[in-house]
């Protein structure tokens, strides 16, 4: 199922600095999406799920029992998962959704292209003079190239068809709206017995945009308070809190990052251990709040040596490392 494994990094910074980061760990796997949605519905059959395609959702009656209406028939349930995306219709039926409209606060755009001579075991991710960045991520035969901002943000198109010109890259641009967690007020993601997981819940970090993880975490958190009894609304919100919490982090960290573009670069390829800490956030090792927390520690040495060096230009200073972290 895995299309791609890669070890290497490829930081691009609008400064034109290149900051390769290597493990000798996969630090991205990539997978091919219908490939990864058809895995989970197999799974879920094999374990015993009843599994219909060919009806949708209606809504939801909300009461002793659950009524879910679909476009052929009504379903008693004790429980309703709404894993129906960032504009879930489950939010809305169950009046989970006061607030929703304000999580959808970014906009991906991608492109399937040929890889040709694009190093297969590296992605590469280019950070410009806004607030996100454009990807390039190999998934088999293909390449995945793509742009991530700030839904406001409408130099976002012009931005990635004018990378895709200069690069010779050709395809058909699709794009979608994507929550972020950790700005604002939490969600409410569970009540009358109707819990929300996924994108559907807010569940995306405010830095990378990474979904699919966290979409699992919120899935698997909501089984275990079913399983675990009467209390699952409450079970899971308590879950959930901790995740928000670390989006805050995560927030807090996106905004040190993207507000301070000329120094990130000179931090990164001064600092091992900075390297090594993202490694073990994108792996899943560390929180968000352990690495702002270690990132702000460290941060004061690099910081004096980055603003001697702007004050005395004949300083060298070493920004394109590309060694093991």
């Not at 199922?1 to 630090?27: G, L, Q, T, W």
């Not at 997981?197 to 958190?221: C, H, K, M, N, R």
Request: net charge neutral; glycine share 8%.
């Amino acid at each position: 199922m895995i299309r791609s494994e890669c070890y290497e990094m490829e930081n691009v910074f609008a400064n034109d600095s290149v900051i390769s980061i290597k493990s000798s760990k996969p630090i991205v796997s990539v997978v091919h999406r219908n490939d990864f949605d058809k895995h989970l519905l197999d799974s879920a059959g094999d374990a015993g799920a009843g599994i219909s395609t060919e009806e949708s959702f209606r809504g939801v009656e909300l009461g002793e029992t659950l009524t879910v209406r679909t476009n052929k028939r009504n379903i008693s349930a004790d429980y309703l998962v709404g894993a129906d995306g960032v504009n879930s219709s489950v939010a809305k039926s169950a009046m989970l959704w006061e607030h929703w409209p304000t999580l959808r606060t970014a906009l991906g755009i991608e492109c399937d292209v040929p890889i040709g001579d694009f190093n297969p075991q590296k992605v590469r991710v280019q950070f410009g003079d806004y607030t996100g960045y454009i990807w390039e991520f190999p998934r088999g035969e293909v390449l995945d190239v793509g742009i991530i901002g700030d839904m406001s943000d409408a130099s976002l198109h012009g931005r990635i068809q004018s990378f895709m010109q200069m690069n010779g890259y050709t395809g058909r641009i699709k794009g979608w709206h994507l929550p972020v967690a950790g700005v604002g007020r939490m969600p409410t993601v569970s009540r009358n017995r109707v819990l929300l997981v996924g994108d559907a819940s807010g569940a995306v970090d405010p830095w990378f945009g990474e979904g699919i993880y966290y979409a699992l975490l919120s899935g698997e958190q909501a089984a275990h308070s079913i399983i675990a009894g009467s209390n699952a609304q409450s079970t899971y919100q308590a879950s959930y809190r901790k995740f928000w919490n670390d989006m805050v982090w995560a927030k807090r960290f996106a905004q040190l990052f993207f507000n301070n573009k000329s120094f990130v670069p000179f931090f990164l390829a001064n600092d091992k251990k900075l390297r090594a800490l993202l490694i073990q956030l994108l792996s899943g090792e560390i929180s968000f709040r352990e690495l702002f927390i270690r990132t702000t520690l460290r941060a004061p040495s690099p910081a004096a040596k980055f603003w001697l060096n702007r004050a005395m230009p004949g300083r060298s200073q070493n920004s394109n490392p590309t060694m093991p972290s």
